[in-house]
C-alpha cells in the first residue's frame, strides 16, 4: 500500500501497521459528486400554478363538491392549493388563506374578470 498519507511502522512481530503521517488528513476522501441528470423546470398543470402564482392572478377553483372559489393564489405543493379569498366583499381588506387538497378540485381557470 503506498499512499503519501501513511507511514510503515513497526515489522518486528511479522505484520506492518500503518500510521498516519502528521499533518495529514485522517479523515476519509470526499465523495465525488454524482452527476445528477439535470431536471426541467415543472411541466403540465404544476407549471400552470407556478405561473399564476408568480403573476398574483386571481384564479377561480371549482371543486367537486360543487363549490366555486375565487382569490388569489399563495401557495402550492404537491398535494395542496393555497388561495387567499376576500371573505366580505364589502370589506375586501379582510381575508381568509383557504386550503385545498388537489384531489379535491375538479379544474382551476384563470380569473379574467378581475
Known amino acids: 500500500m503506498t499512499n503519501q498519507n501513511f507511514g510503515v511502522g513497526d ?3 511479522g505484520r506492518q501497521t500503518l500510521h498516519v503521517k502528521p499533518g495529514a488528513n485522517r ?3 470526499p465523495k465525488k459528486m454524482q452527476g445528477k441528470p439535470h431536471t426541467k423546470g415543472p411541466e403540465g398543470h404544476e407549471k400552470r400554478l407556478r405561473d399564476m402564482k408568480v403573476a ?6 371549482h371543486t367537486q363538491s360543487g363549490q366555486t372559489l375565487t382569490g388569489k393564489m399563495v401557495d402550492f405543493d404537491k398535494y395542496t392549493i393555497t388561495i ?3 371573505t366580505d366583499e364589502a370589506h375586501p381588506e379582510i ?4 386550503t385545498f387538497y388537489k384531489h379535491s378540485v375538479e379544474c382551476f381557470l384563470l380569473d379574467t374578470d378581475k
Open 11 to 13: 515489522t518486528h512481530s
Open 27 to 29: 479523515s476519509r476522501p
Open 56 to 61: 398574483g392572478s386571481n384564479i377561480v377553483i
Open 84 to 86: 387567499e379569498m376576500i
Open 95 to 98: 381575508t381568509a388563506a383557504v
